[in-house]
């Protein structure tokens, strides 16, 4: 899995979701905007992350606490239910300036 660049910048995070309000748009393949890295940090429970971007290795890993999902810029993906489960997403991207 990849890092997150160490100069990205923390800009904002989604609300705390659970196993019955994680909105079905994360559950079905999509992307974050350019330059847009997004960070899963599973607060209860496990999460499936999977990677389906054809421009990148197919990739399948289970989230938990200690193992939050890093979201690339523009590369696809989703997010499935395995349980009972809280997280958020926190976005970051380049600082002021850069792209």
Same mark, same amino acid.
């Given at each position: 899995m990849?890092?997150?660049?160490?100069d990205a910048v923390h800009y904002r995070s989604?609300?705390?979701?659970?196993?019955? &309000?994680v909105p079905a748009a994360?559950?079905?393949?999509?992307? &974050?905007a350019a330059g847009v890295w997004g960070r899963i940090?599973?607060?209860e429970g496990s999460l499936l992350y999977r990677i389906?971007?054809?421009?990148?290795?197919?990739?399948?890993?289970?989230?938990?606490?200690e193992q939050p999902g890093?979201?690339?810029?523009q590369i696809e993906h989703e997010v499935r239910l395995v349980g009972p489960v809280r997280f958020q997403v926190d976005f970051h991207?380049?600082?002021?300036g850069q792209a």
């Open positions: 990849k890092t997150i660049p160490a989604s609300p705390v979701f659970t196993q019955d &309000t994360l559950q079905r393949a999509h992307t &974050t940090a599973i607060l389906t971007d054809a421009r990148a290795a197919a990739e399948e890993i289970l989230l938990t606490p890093v979201v690339e810029p991207r380049p600082p002021e």
